[in-house]
């Protein structure tokens, strides 16, 4: 079993085999190390260059289909023909930065808000997740004059110097920065009663609380993606979550709810994560689906954290929230609304862990199986040990990949497959990824 690996070297193409590629995939992807360098990061084994998608397919240069399991960027269906007009249209109107009144971002602003408790009220838009999360630990520090975070142990929140510190797996060197302490993975034991993962979990947090002050640091706050996606997706029970929040605000920290993942309707029961663990965060953040493709991310929060931050320090951002953001950003609220995507994540993503854990039944390789909506963490294991396998995890993928599924690699040990399709995804298309898994656990993963 490898150790705790880096997320972006989870099923990442290794340069080293590079000379086993041929034709334009070899061409493109030395191409791609000349402009690149070391900075380059592709999927599988064998690189792919797409080129167009639509709804939950991608289609690549040979023209071959591709049923995307993994992507959640494109959370409404690749190229949704109603965000495109969107983003045309106002491109075509008014398309610039955002130190003017306008009347589609103030819209948008006022709809986004809507959605969230009464007390986050206010907004600021940005560009991706991680300037989202930057701007949200610089408030929690401005508010609470500390600098103590606490996250979990394979966290990801985003690549600026700031996020990075608070992203343990992204650190190759395993030096995690003395200001930050981390929580040991939400998952359930054999023999948990109810409440005792909650109360597991909010115990770490106080036994992390009272080393940061201890240690001088105090509390400035804990950040959580509540569906634990690169800690290897952990979703229940709902509400475990709780106790632990509960703890940091009763500490005087603020509680920053990453929607990066878990935001805009993925878990299924409603538009974000934190809601499914009946909390009320002090700052929200956004990324990755808020546009559907189109870069945009925010953070909501209440008042007095901003108007004390900006006492100190101005904040501007030329494209955060500029129209054609905005317009998209309204576009996806359409669609998610129209489409009834909630509950289509929320019966498609059942039918799919119903699938997946009738196969687990079949093939021994299939740990547990865990998620929401349509979020779902697959761990593959020894046969016979039962012990994480992120060599199994990675012949899945590949496999997968060779039949034209795509999915991805989340979890300490790079053995949980990351399964998190485009939320208007239907059943025959669970179907269909559930037929070629079986026949990759079979063909590929015990060969
Ligand atoms: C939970 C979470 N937060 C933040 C980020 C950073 O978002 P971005 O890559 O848009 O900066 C990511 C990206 O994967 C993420 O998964």
Redesign the pocket.
């Known amino acids: 079993m490898s150790a705790s690996k880096p ?1 972006l070297a989870l099923n990442a193409f290794d340069a080293s085999e590079a000379e086993e590629l041929e034709g334009r995939t070899a061409e493109m992807v030395a191409r791609r190390r000349e402009t690149a360098g070391a900075s380059s990061v592709l999927f599988y084994q064998e690189p792919i260059e797409m080129v167009r998608a639509r709804g939950v397919f991608m289609f690549d240069a040979d023209g071959n289909r591709y049923l995307d399991v993994y992507n959640n960027v494109p959370s409404v269906g690749h190229c949704h023909p109603h965000v495109v007009e969107a983003i045309v249209r106002q491109s075509e109107r008014l398309s610039i930065h955002t130190r003017y009144l306008n009347e589609t971002v103030q819209a948008y602003a006022e709809r986004l808000l809507a959605t969230l408790p009464p007390s986050i009220s206010q907004l600021v838009m940005t ?7 930057d701007l949200a630990l610089r408030l929690a520090e401005a508010t609470t004059g500390a600098r103590g975070v606490i996250v979990t142990e394979t ?6 110097a700031l ?1 990075t510190e608070v992203s343990p797996s992204s650190l190759k060197g395993g030096s995690i920065p003395s200001h930050i302490r981390t929580l040991p993975l939400p998952a359930e034991r054999a023999g948990d009663g109810p409440g005792d993962l909650a109360e597991r979990f909010a115990a770490s947090v106080r036994a992390a609380i009272v080393s940061l002050k201890a240690d001088g640091h105090g509390l400035a706050g804990m950040i959580v ?1 509540s569906i634990f ?2 800690d290897g997706v952990f979703a229940d029970p709902p509400g475990f979550l709780k106790p632990a929040v509960e703890a940091v605000q009763a500490a005087g920290g603020v509680f920053i709810a ?1 929607e ?2 878990p935001g805009f309707g993925r878990t299924g029961t409603a538009l974000w994560g934190f809601a499914r663990h009946g909390v009320t965060p002090d700052i929200v ?1 956004f ?2 689906p808020m546009g559907n493709g189109y ?1 945009m ?1 925010g953070v909501a929060t209440r008042p007095g954290l901003l108007d004390r931050f900006c006492d100190s320090v101005g904040y501007f951002n030329t494209f955060g929230g500029n129209t054609v953001a905005a317009a998209a950003g309204q576009a996806v609220l359409d669609v998610i609304e129209r489409e009834g995507l909630l509950a289509n994540a929320e019966a498609v993503g059942a039918h799919l862990r119903g699938g997946l854990r009738e196969l687990a039944g079949r093939h021994p390789e299939i740990g547990a199986v865990r998620g929401a909506g349509l979020f779902v963490g697959l761990d593959v294991v020894g046969r016979d040990s039962g012990a994480p396998d992120p060599e199994g995890a990675i012949r899945a993928i590949n496999g997968l990949r060779r039949r034209h599924v795509l999915v991805g690699a989340a979890g300490p040990f790079g053995h949980t497959l990351k399964i998190r399709p485009p939320l208007c995804f239907e059943r025959q298309h669970v179907d269909l990824f559930v037929e070629t898994l079986d026949a990759v656990l079979t063909g590929d993963v015990r060969a």
């Open positions: 997320i560009c991706t997740g991680s300037e989202s999360n966290a990801y929140h985003g690549n600026t996020t993606d996606s690169s990453d990066v993942q953040t990324g990755k870069p991310g």
